[in-house]
């Protein structure tokens, strides 16, 4: 599901809502969740999981084109944990193992 996809079905499903309504509080809930992990913050929405940021150490890398060795910096990254509903949720929807798509 792409951004526009959830702003369709959520403008679909609350007839009172206009298209760009539907737009603006999307795009506004993610800036905000945006705003929150970049200060550090760390987001948890029950019963369906939580935002954090993750630090991932400075490491020696290769260069594939000449083989050289590189030093890539320590990053910070976002990192998500679903909840268990969502976990349960997404396996009870899930094909009977023969019938799984492939990906």
Known sequence: MTRSDLVTRLADRFGQLTQRDTEFAVKTILDAMSDAL??????????????????????????????????????????FKPG?????SVDDHLPAHGDRPQA
């Open 38 to 79: 970049a200060r550090g913050h760390r987001i948890e929405i029950r019963g369906f999981g939580s935002f954090s940021i993750s630090r991932r150490p400075p490491r020696m890398g290769r260069n594939p084109r000449s083989g050289e060795k590189v030093t890539i910096p320590e990053k910070l990254v976002p990192h």
């Open 84 to 88: 268990k509903a969502l976990r349960e």
